[in-house]
């Protein structure tokens, strides 16, 4: 009875230590066993952008094709939303929201292999990807 209380006690506190102790890493490597489909051990703009595809749809509850500004909050400031809604309609369409997921994908990319690995994931730009992506 008290191991099996303590083993539920570790295990509260495993669970803790990664939501505290390594939020980067644990959000990177949770992504990649989501983001990489083809199991290849990175994630490729194809694997990206389906990914970003499925969180459109997802974020866009009234399903008419756009997210508005509310709809991206936290995940686009109000300059990078700006910049990606060129037609200047307050919403973003889904070639516009995919065209934002592709610079950042470039830019998390530094050694433009068209993969990024666990390593890229974790960098700066590599996370302001994974907004975009979940
Ligand atoms: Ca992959
Ligand atoms: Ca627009
Ligand atoms: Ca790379």
Redesign the pocket.
């Known amino acids: 009875m008290m191991t099996r209380r303590m083993a539920i006690l570790n295990c509260l506190a495993a669970i803790g230590s990664i939501l505290v102790g390594g939020p980067a890493f644990a959000a990177a490597s949770r992504a990649m066993r989501l983001l990489d489909t083809d199991n290849d051990g990175t994630v490729d703009l194809e694997e990206a952008k389906r990914a970003a595809s499925a969180l459109f749809n997802k974020l866009d509850r009234d399903h008419d094709g756009t997210l508005d500004r509310r709809e991206l909050r936290g995940r686009l400031s109000a300059t990078e939303f700006a910049s990606a809604d060129p037609d200047k309609d307050g919403t973003l369409s889904k070639d516009e929201y995919l065209k934002v997921v592709e610079s950042r994908f470039k830019a998390a990319?530094p050694?433009n292999?068209g993969?990024?690995?666990e390593k890229?994931l974790r960098s700066r730009a590599g996370q302001a990807l994974l907004r975009l992506l979940q």
């Open positions: 990319d050694d292999d993969t990024l690995d890229e």
